[in-house]
């Protein structure tokens, strides 16, 4: 299928659990042939200004460059005391409508312990609003992440239901992504007479 999917790997720390996962579902994505192109946007090692701060590095628009070309998006997103993290929180106040307008995506929570829960019904209450990003009705939480997707590491039974839970739920999100091709040719997002949602 001809699409782009854009993960974001929400953490702010360089070397992120929430990255390990955001590239292995990303690799899952090239090996399923689910979509022709594959951008991982990674807040820990390219971080964008703390909001209103000026960018100086111009860091902003390499990321927008790569999402206006996003058919989809992976939103991958670490609990961090019950929360989604500042990072990807200070994401969502940067996109606009313009890159994330009627874009299908897949929320990912990432929690250390058995949590990771919270972080995504966050992100659903409040960062859809302005960019009108589409976060699907899946969701995958992955729980215990030092122990999973790990190179060279023999999944346990826990684990494989998890990879065929993922690859299920990356299926689901192509689908949308080529079905809402055709809504978004319909709806002009560059001039919208009510840019801020209700």
């Known amino acids: 299928m001809s699409l782009h999917i854009?993960?974001?790997?929400?953490?702010?720390?360089?070397?992120s659990q929430s990255a390990k996962v955001a590239h292995y579902l990303g690799q899952r994505l090239r090996q399923l042939k689910l979509c022709e192109q594959v951008t991982l946007l990674d807040l820990g090692r390219s971080p964008l200004p703390l909001w209103p701060s000026p960018d100086s590095n111009a860091a902003w628009s390499q990321y927008s460059a790569s999402l206006l070309q996003a058919d989809a998006l992976v939103v991958v997103t670490p609990e961090w005391n019950g929360m989604a993290c500042p990072a990807i929180k200070n994401f969502?106040?940067?996109?606009?409508?313009?890159?994330?307008?009627?874009?299908?995506?897949?929320?990912?929570?990432?929690?250390?312990?058995?949590?990771?829960?919270?972080?995504?019904?966050?992100?659903?209450?409040?960062?859809?609003?302005?960019?009108?990003i589409c976060y699907l009705p899946e969701q995958l939480i992955v729980r215990q992440?030092?122990?999973?997707?790990?190179?060279?590491?023999?999944?346990?039974?826990?684990?494989?239901?998890?990879?065929?839970?993922?690859?299920?739920?990356?299926?689901?999100?192509?689908?949308?992504?080529?079905?809402?091709?055709?809504?978004?040719?319909?709806?002009?997002?560059r001039d919208v007479p009510f840019a801020n949602g209700m």
């Open 6 to 15: 854009v993960l974001i790997a929400g953490s702010s720390q360089p070397d």
């Open 145 to 189: 992440v030092e122990g999973v997707f790990n190179a060279h590491a023999e999944p346990t039974p826990e684990e494989r239901h998890l990879r065929a839970r993922a690859d299920w739920t990356l299926e689901v999100l192509a689908e949308y992504a080529g079905a809402m091709k055709h809504l978004r040719s319909c709806i002009d997002i």
């Open 92 to 132: 969502f106040v940067y996109a606009g409508h313009t890159e994330l307008g009627h874009k299908p995506a897949l929320l990912v929570g990432v929690s250390a312990g058995v949590g990771g829960a919270y972080p995504l019904a966050e992100l659903r209450v409040s960062s859809y609003k302005n960019c009108r």
